[in-house]
């Protein structure tokens, strides 16, 4: 059977702080940053790693509208309020298991079977050779109804082939407040590494300006954006994304978030183009043009895909063996004398 754990005044502060400089090294964004200066008039719990709560300050029990002796050596179940997917606690334990700090929305339900939608950040803390979790929160009902909540689970929560992010409309900045795991696998960066970060860091120096404009002017205009963008991953790699972004309004007609859906369509682009390159050098061909022009053309492409990689094309008459053409447009004319 665990022991039960009683900390003293100094142990909660030394967490408390603690946790507060891990979440504010992890995630080191204006929004992150302001709510946590606030971190000493934030609901607090603590738990130990097999998620027993040792701690609650008053702020955290008037939240849940419960006594301390209804949580103490007990687990967060008694809060849950069974919206939210396994899938998503099974994540939020798998990166503090490993050491990450964590960031989101959970709905809890009071023992007067409301639901309450708070903002938690969560860190692992050591003290006194014990593995502590030690969670902030900070009550987020403002874009969601205790009547009829957003549900923002019914959405995105459960798992989806789809990547899938949400926005807080409510910031100006339109910070992430949730990816789902198919996001993280397309782009590379994990959950923590987003949270609180607007979309745009995604942008690289070939994503098509007119197209953000679009974008930009559709979420101004709380409309529905339907486009493929030139993204980056994490390690640099381009992919072209899929994006369709749709604003989400509470009952009361207030716009709360957007929802984003990505899909990487990098080969179907890649196809698309060859395809219509293809159809335009038959065009070409057929209107005459100099097949000296056509081939360099087709060369440059190849180099264009393969780059860094020089490209040389030979065209011999299969029947005498003749050489028709050639070209190799960023190779030495002594390339031809080596080969020829």
Known sequence: MTEPVVLNPDQVSRIVEAARSRLKAAMPHATVDRMLAQSSDMPCSITRSDDTIVYANEMY???????????????????????????????????????????????????????????????????????????????????????????????????????????????????????????????????????GRNCRFLQGNGTDESTINELRRCLKQAEIFRGEVLNYRKEGTPFWNELEIRPVRGGDGELTHFVGTSNDVTERRHFRAQSEFEENILKRLARGQPLDDVLRDIALSVEEQFSPLSTSIFLVDKDDGVLVARCAPNLPESFFKLVC
């Open 61 to 195: 029990l008037e939240m849940c509208e419960l006594k301390l002796e209804d949580l103490i050596g007990k687990t967060h179940r008694v809060v849950k309020s069974g919206y939210q997917s396994a899938v998503v606690y099974d994540h939020i334990n798998a990166v503090l298991s490993d050491g990450g700090t964590w960031w989101g929305e959970f709905c809890n339900r009071t023992p007067h079977e409301s639901l309450k939608w708070v903002e938690a950040f969560i860190a692992p803390v050591e003290d006194e050779s014990l593995i502590f979790f030690a969670a902030l929160y900070r009550d987020n009902m403002a874009g969601h109804r205790t009547d009829s909540p957003l549900q923002l689970h019914d959405l995105v929560l459960e798992p989806m082939a789809e990547s899938v992010l949400i926005a807080d409309a409510h910031d100006q900045d339109l910070p992430i407040i949730y990816v789902n795991e198919a996001w993280t696998r397309l782009t590379g960066y994990r959950l923590e590494e987003t949270m």
